[in-house]
């Protein structure tokens, strides 16, 4: 007679494993069971903590048996609820924070196991005077299994790119428990498909990513921060193909509207604008060089000249100073924060061709603004990787917020543009992305899909259904 | 009653886009039966010339209706019969050729149809002071949709990649017929599976690409090339490791052994050595620089000077000129020329891991002289792709090459190491990636063909079945 499905895994992994590999206390489970931001709440009845690739594979074989879905998580600080449970119990999480070891650093190349952390790789990479160039908010908790299977994105992408470029292989378990091992990280293999970089991204749908070999570059030896005022965002990203068109060591090119910019200085203590005059629109350029290069603010100077000169910017100044210059940053990364003092709002990680954003970011702006007339929206951020962060704010959010989310989705799939620019579809956007994702791609998906997790047990209900 | 499938594709072809899209004059066929190396010879009543991305979509699916397999081909240049058809005529080619615009072309980003040639892409680039950084020796023939369908190399990719780091989206036919458009090139986005990459290099077995949107770098301002000599490839790699600590400005580090340099000397006219005395191996280092950044050649003095006193190396001179550079590179890219002038030669499009490099190429080339005693083995080339140009000559090859070649792959696969750096599987390599592949791969890559191409239409015979 078949036992209950559930306590029989259960029991099956603590027969193997012992009791660490299950853990199934109330009070252990409580704090992975919603999302760090608590927009959703799942109930499971044990996490499974393997310790190892083997492991993982023998749970994934066990769930296969016993035909319990699983439910992979890192660090548990996506955005999207990609990482919790249903709320009906019908799966357990795995949990992959025991593996959290740096299996091996070389020049160029760290492999991390899925839980270490963040920030313990870079400590990792800064020993050998190296850094792993990928960094964002939630360093101290997210892990390298988290941020390979969600392409995280984060401050650093103009140079380096997301996720995906730094992954130069996966260690993953398949769904039918097979190891798939792609660590030795060969800079050239033509045996056929990709199955690192479509397991990069793929949220835990088509298996549990256990390992990575990821791309480190030589330490920053110095930075440039510059800051400057210019009357529209089309000027802005002609500056940006200026500069781009003469280097490539422009690491960070943020776009700051002065309605975000005067939010940051009436709010955020201690703020005050770097520029005496009042201009429509900022941006905030980073430049760094290795040990072997000259001066990055002797190459930002003349490009800024220049700039002033064509009439793509109006004023500039650049950083005196590290101080001055992690302020200059302070007033990019406070926006947010500024905004929530002000009053109620709404933030879309969004993105659109990098052409296409001077005239989305105003006519956007416009049209939502005239759509919900007691609401203001700004677009800021990334414009180098045409990734705005589109906030909408003011009294008309409470209410409205639905809507409006639905209008800013609406226009960026008409611009040709992406309804998850960073943060992926988990559950959140799910529907969204099934109303507005292109057929060919979501019939393709469903297909690869259906094709490597038949019986469906590999994070069920998040990105693809 | 229903006729017979080939020629009533053929018929529906020209009644939907005229007599140009359905070519079957013998003579106009002949050429693209074999491939350029002569070693593949194939039959097809018919090449398909579709001029749009909506002829080949329309060709797709009627070829479907008719239940007659595809064979998709750009320039044949290809090294491992990928784009050449069956013997038993089961098959029409589908020629990209006549696509062969240039789309868009921006800062940063040109969008190519499949049937540019990549020397027509070098001059577009060349023409917006851009360039794209891939070459190889087939740039007047090979098509983008080739070169993207294969993840090709070439000589440059030390410091951008293969094709796989410089797509930054495709557009294909995929096997219902549908359009996947991934030309906006959204730099983030985050909306699950990757098809785009999963389509570089699957070689034509899951979908037809039509175009891709493919990243461009500044031109180069500058460039210094170095030879060194030194005692063994241990050193070499240690060299380049320093170096890439210290800057990313290494575009190209290639290892030759002494045999190799003494066969160029002795069979290419107008050559020389660039140092004075005997070293067992060299090294050719080319640094480059952008308009807004320093001299490469005072990047590079220092970084030798530095090796010389470590005792990394045993002597080096920077190229005085730009003549210089181009004897520099003549010598390496003569040796392939220099070993068939001296006799039988086979080789070898392997990789290993970089970090393994140096004890492969040493201890590899060892065993296959013992196995094979009318032989002398030889690895040069990328060193810091690992993709090592493993060649044996000498008059054992004509009778043991097959064995020879088995032998070879025992070795790379054991060193965790791919058969096919970077000419991929095509047909001539199928038996030994199933023979040698790892089967959680091929198991997977199986379900993915299966999914995706349920008829089994597309280049059948190809990489995967």
Same mark, same amino acid.
């Given at each position: ?187 050239? +293999? /033509?045996?056929?498909?990709? *199955?690192? !970089?479509? $397991? ?6 088509? #298996?549990? %990513?256990?390992? =990575? ?79 072997? +290069? /000259?001066?990055?603010?002797? *190459?930002? !100077?003349? $490009? ?6 064509? #009439?793509? %910017?109006?004023? =500039? ?149």
């Amino acid at each position: 007679m078949p036992s209950e499905p559930i306590p029989a895994l259960i029991a099956a992994v603590r027969d193997r494993f012992g009791p660490k590999a299950a853990v199934s206390d109330p009070a252990d489970i409580e704090p992975w069971l919603t999302d760090w931001r608590g927009r959703f709440h799942g109930q499971a009845a044990a996490i499974l903590s393997p310790a190892s690739t083997e492991e993982v594979a023998a749970i994934v074989g066990l769930a296969a048996e016993h035909r319990v879905p699983l439910v992979p998580q890192g660090g548990n600080t996506g955005m999207v609820g990609g990482a919790t449970p249903p709320p009906d119990g019908s799966t357990l999480i795995i949990s992959l924070r025991r593996m959290n070891r740096l299996r091996a650093i070389d020049t160029g190349v760290a492999v991390a196991e899925a839980g270490m952390t963040l920030a313990d790789l870079h400590a990792k990479a800064d020993e050998t005077g190296q850094r792993f160039p990928l960094t964002l908010g939630a360093r101290g908790s997210c892990t390298i299994g988290g941020l390979t299977a969600t392409n995280a994105g984060g401050t650093q992408v103009l140079k380096f790119g997301t996720m995906r470029s730094l992954v130069l292989g996966v260690e993953a378990v398949l769904p039918d428990g097979s190891i798939h091992d792609g660590l030795s990280g060969l800079k050239k +293999d /033509n045996r056929g498909y990709n *199955l690192d !970089q479509l $397991l990069v991204g793929s949220e835990g749908t088509i #298996g549990i %990513i256990t390992a =990575a070999a990821l791309r480190l570059v030589p330490a920053v030896a110095a930075r440039s921060v510059a800051w400057a005022g210019l009357a529209d965002p089309q000027r802005a990203l002609d500056l940006l193909r200026l500069m781009q068109s003469r280097t490539d060591r422009i690491e960070g090119f943020e776009i700051i509207p002065a309605d975000c910019l005067d939010l940051v200085l009436q709010h955020i203590p201690g703020t005050r604008s770097p520029l005496g005059g009042r201009h429509a629109w900022h941006v905030l350029i980073e430049a760094t060089s290795d040990a072997a +290069d /000259n001066d990055p603010a002797e *190459l930002l !100077q003349p $490009l800024l000249a220049e700039a002033l000169e064509r #009439g793509l %910017i109006e004023d =500039a100044t650049l950083a005196a100073n590290e101080s001055q210059a992690e302020a200059f940053w302070r007033i990019r990364d406070s926006i947010s924060e500024a905004e929530r003092a002000d009053g109620p709002t709404i933030a879309h990680d969004i993105s659109v061709p990098v052409a296409d954003m001077p005239r989305f970011m105003t006519v956007t702006a416009a049209e939502v603004e005239a759509a919900f007339p007691a609401c203001k929206a700004s677009g800021f951020g990334h414009l180098g990787d045409g990734n705005v962060h589109f906030h909408v704010r003011g009294d008309g959010v409470p209410k409205h917020g639905p809507a409006i989310t639905q209008m800013v989705y609406d226009l960026v799939t008409l611009a040709g543009g992406s309804i998850s620019a960073e943060h992926g579809i988990g559950q959140m956007k799910l529907e969204e992305l099934e109303r507005l994702g292109p057929p060919a791609k979501l019939h393709a998906m469903r297909a690869i899909k259906q094709a490597l997790d038949p019986l469906g047990l590999m994070n069920p209900g998040k990105l693809v259904r």
